[in-house]
């Protein structure tokens, strides 16, 4: 027969074996967030350009959220955003990713802006052995460095990117070019493909200019162009000098038939604020909700419409959720080691909303160069043909 000191014992332990058990269980549902760190353009001069690729990171990480979390190795962790305002600034970028690493203890990052602090933040990636997904940006220089922690989703690296502008410039007919640009290094680069892969497809440069990227007026310069009366335009531009170079253009009169804008389009303000005169435009892009090719497109659009009451960019908000799809996908069969989430995203092919993804070296292999054209002030892929959407169309007026 048990005395009462026995029997108090037993119980005690019995409490602590129950209380244990169920404090485990609490433990594994609340499981730390895993905190992700990233900084963007909040302010400054490409601020007007963040917001599309902002929203999809927001975008996705609630999502994820919504699911229990994000899967690390087997185990659902809530996501925590740690995001700073680098005031477009490539410096002030680089400071902020050696803070998120060092400082901050992030668990994984995403990448910045634009393709200008992508290239600055490569060193501390490097340093530190931090892999990163780019998404708003493309780099021949950063392929030839031969990086090991950055890989970009865009399939548009800048020598591509030319050539085949250049063939579908051709098959348009265009004899005579105009190449204008802002001095940023994503303009230069592209510029220092595109010129000679125009002469290469017999096209003559009729205007080859540069311009500031704080650039306030194009009078004289879009002046000059239409004396020059080429039968294509190439606008090597980013978000503020694409508004700027349609509302002027269309001032002006230039009526040339095929024109071509980089960055800024795709933006659905630009849409909003020229309506119709847009039409014939033709930008940077390899996504459509209406490639059947991508099951996944039209569902994420919809979602995304749903929340945002506006289409994404096709451009920014399609390569910045394509980045966090990748990292979704790496860490949920490398976890959180650097080294193995390397292997994996230099192995792995990757289910997106724009197909699959492969990379060889810091290159998206699978996904085509592709360019957009605004018809019925809606989007469609024009090239090449076995993504497109629509035929292309002449700029016919504004």
Known sequence: MLDRRSVVSALFIGFAGIFSILSGTVLAQEAPPIRIGFSIAKTGLFASATPAQLNAYHFWRDQVNEKGGLDIGGVKRKIEFVEYDDQSNAASAVKIYEKLITNDKVDLLLSPWGTVSHFAIVPVLERFGF?????????????????????????????????QLAQMAKEQKVSRAAVIGSVLPQSKEIRNFLVPALEAAGIKIAVNEEYPPDIKDMTAL??????????????????????????????????????????GPTIPAYRKMFGSSANGIISMGHWSPAQSH?????????????????????????????SCEILEEAVAEAGLDKAKLREVINNKTFDTINGPVKFKGVENMT??????QIQNEQFHIVWPAEISTAPIQPKLNW
Not at 247 to 257: C, F, S, V
Request: proline residues 8%; without cysteine; neutral net charge.
């Open 222 to 263: 879009l002046s000059r162009i239409k004396a020059a009366n080429p039968d294509g335009i190439f606008v090597l531009s980013y978000p503020a000098d694409s508004f700027l170079y349609t509302r002027q253009a269309k001032e002006i009169g230039i009526n040339t038939p095929f024109q071509w804008l980089a960055i």
């Open 367 to 372: 996904t085509p160069v592709g360019f957009l």
């Open 131 to 163: 892999p990163v997904i780019g998404s708003t940006a493309s780099s021949v220089h950063v392929r030839e460095l031969n990086v090991k922690n950055m890989w970009f989703v865009s399939p548009s690296t800048h020598d591509k990117l030319s050539i």
């Open 294 to 322: 991508w099951p996944r497109a039209k569902p994420f659009y919809d979602a995304y419409v749903a929340r945002f009451k506006e289409e994404p960019d096709y451009l920014d908000t399609v390569l910045a959720y394509m």
